[in-house]
């Protein structure tokens, strides 16, 4: 093997390592996204369980013939 060659497979190689570092990276990102999105969800179904048990439905009827 010349090396031209190997020079080749070393750069080659340096992408490849580039690649699955910036993946993994946005993986990561993803991921995070993803929890802070869920966190958000579940804090505004929180919220709403908490307004409805702050203000109940009211007994008073109203019958109104027009």
Request: cysteine-free; aromatic content about 2%.
């Given at each position: 093997?010349?090396?031209?060659?190997?020079?080749?497979?070393?750069?080659?190689?340096?992408?490849?390592?580039?690649?699955?570092?910036?993946?993994?990276?946005?993986?990561?990102?993803?991921?995070?996204l993803?929890?802070?999105?869920?966190?958000?969800?579940?804090?505004?179904?929180?919220?709403?369980?908490?307004?409805?048990?702050?203000a109940?439905?009211?007994?008073?009827?109203?019958?109104?013939?027009?």
């Open positions: 093997m010349d090396t031209y060659g190997i020079a080749a497979m070393s750069m080659s190689l340096s992408q490849m390592k580039l690649a699955q570092s910036v993946d993994l990276a946005m993986m990561r990102k993803v991921m995070d993803q929890q802070q999105s869920v966190e958000q969800m579940l804090n505004m179904a929180d919220a709403v369980d908490t307004a409805a048990a702050v109940p439905p009211s007994e008073h009827l109203l019958d109104v013939l027009v």
